[in-house]
């Protein structure tokens, strides 16, 4: 997890989200997936900055490095 990146219980049932927002990074992610544009995100959402953005997706990255998938012997 970055500085920029947090988990709180009490905020969106404990999705990881911006700091000091309560835009998750799968938001982020899926606005960015959907064709938004960095810039697009920072006009619309003025509390976010380029770094939390970038932050988003490497959080999202480090998930994706981290996952595996096991074959079931049937």
Sequence with gaps: MTER?????????????IRGTRLSV???????????????VLKNYPGVVLDDILACLDY?????????????NV
């Design 5 to 17: 990146i947090t988990i709180n219980p009490a905020i969106l049932c404990g999705k990881p989200i």
């Design 26 to 40: 799968d938001f982020i992610v899926g606005l960015l997936a959907g064709g938004w544009s960095y810039d697009d």
């Design 60 to 72: 999202a990255a480090t998930l994706l490095k981290e996952e595996r998938v096991m074959p079931l």
